[in-house]
């Protein structure tokens, strides 16, 4: 019961200390021009202040600070300086748009400084595919491989009101429940810490008079912060029973949970890698641009987008929990499948209208010269 009193208390704070800041930064950045400014890539249309990840940073430095008073460890600290290095490598993009490689580095480092901690390494896949331990060079490796890209997938999906802040609820919703059953209350803090800040921020990101972005100060935060609870997921060495499955099915469960930003980011690498054009380049081929490109509005984009997250992560739960692993990496394939497949229809860009025409006479050329 105390920890319910506990929870409840940090999550009202940490909502609270949020939603009194993110005001002042607004006008603050209104103040001193710091603004994002509509461009061919932008799905808004007015200048709009974009430091809202400012509150993140501050937010998360007061729960990490009394966590290290109820939780005694040096994970604290790490991760009070790994997240640091991320914020201040998305204020100064924000500031004065760093070059792409200038910001990865900044990210390579916030990553690498994780990696001191155990509890942030995959050093086991418990069984699925046959696997087991994982040598050290390729825990560190992978692990920082999937951070990198988690935190960029968080980024990438930073494109339109409120999608980013959805997932992370949603994303930090699941992961609570987990660590919460696991006995983990350290993380399931962090989880909570997550939540009320984005449920905080989602009241000014979809207000229309006192909106604000989160920038890049923002977004590169949460992914850090949800990529290390999924490796603390991955590394934890607990008992899963109490979460009626396999610990072997468990990475199943976590793509599952993160379907939309694994989904997007693995679209858009494979479209330039297609397209022959940088990793790093903008383009307008992301999930939220083709349904935003219906006609939707941002709140509604965001709330689809999210839903299906949610229903995707729901349904992956009960299917790892009645049925074996082989089923299940099957449906989740089929699931990734029928969303590529249905976004490539649904696509209105230019690009992808040009391919259908190729793809339908192609159809029709093989269809008449069977006959």
Do not use: W
């Given at each position: 019961m105390e920890n319910i009193?506990?929870?409840?208390?940090?999550?009202?704070?940490?909502?609270?200390?949020?939603?009194?800041?993110?005001p002042k930064i607004r006008n603050f950045s209104l103040k001193h021009n710091l603004t994002d400014t509509p461009g061919v890539r932008s799905s808004h249309a007015k200048i709009t202040p974009s430091f809202g990840g400012v509150a993140f940073y501050i937010s998360y430095i007061i729960a990490l600070f009394f966590l290290q008073f109820f939780f005694d460890n040096q994970v604290s600290l790490t991760l009070l300086v790994a997240i640091s290095v991320l914020f201040f490598t998305g204020l100064f993009d924000d500031l004065v748009n760093?070059?792409?490689?200038?910001?990865?580095?900044?990210?390579?480092?916030g990553v690498a400084l994780l990696m001191s901690q155990s509890d942030f390494r995959i050093i086991s896949m418990h069984g699925f595919m046959g696997i087991y331990e994982i040598p050290l060079i390729v825990s560190v490796v992978g692990s920082m491989f999937f951070l990198l890209a988690l935190l960029n997938a968080f980024n990438l999906l930073d494109g339109i009101d409120g999608l980013t802040s959805i997932t992370g609820i949603i994303v930090a919703s699941f992961y609570s429940y987990m660590f919460y059953k696991l006995g983990y209350f350290y993380y399931l803090s962090i989880s909570i810490t997550t939540i009320a800040t984005l449920l905080a921020f989602l009241r000014f990101n979809f207000s229309v008079k006192r909106k604000i972005f989160m920038g890049d100060t923002g977004s590169l935060t949460i992914g850090l912060v949800l990529g290390l609870l999924t490796l603390k997921l991955m590394a934890a060495d607990a008992?899963?029973?109490?979460?009626?499955?396999?610990?072997?099915?468990?990475?199943?469960?976590?793509?599952?949970?993160?379907?939309?930003?694994?989904l997007d980011i693995c679209r858009v690498m494979i479209i330039r890698l297609l397209k022959g054009v940088s990793m790093f380049?903008?383009?307008r081929n992301h999930i939220h641009h083709i349904i935003v490109d219906y006609g939707l509005s941002h709140r509604k984009a965001?709330?689809?987008?999210?839903?299906?997250?949610?229903?995707?992560?729901?349904?992956?739960?009960?299917?790892i929990i009645n049925f074996n692993t082989l089923q299940s990496t099957l449906l989740l394939i089929c699931i990734f499948a029928s969303g590529i497949l249905l976004l490539f229809l649904m696509n209105r860009n230019k690009t992808a209208l040009r391919l259908k025409v190729k793809l339908k006479t192609s159809m029709l050329r093989m269809f008449f010269f069977t006959w």
């Open positions: 009193y506990y929870l409840t208390l940090l999550f009202l704070s940490i909502f609270l200390v949020t939603y009194i800041l993110i760093l070059r792409a490689k200038v910001k990865f580095c900044g990210q390579f480092l008992v899963y029973a109490s979460l009626h499955f396999e610990p072997k099915q468990l990475p199943l469960l976590l793509v599952a949970v993160l379907f939309v930003p694994i380049s903008a383009d965001s709330s689809i987008i999210g839903f299906v997250n949610f229903c995707v992560g729901l349904l992956m739960f009960f299917v």
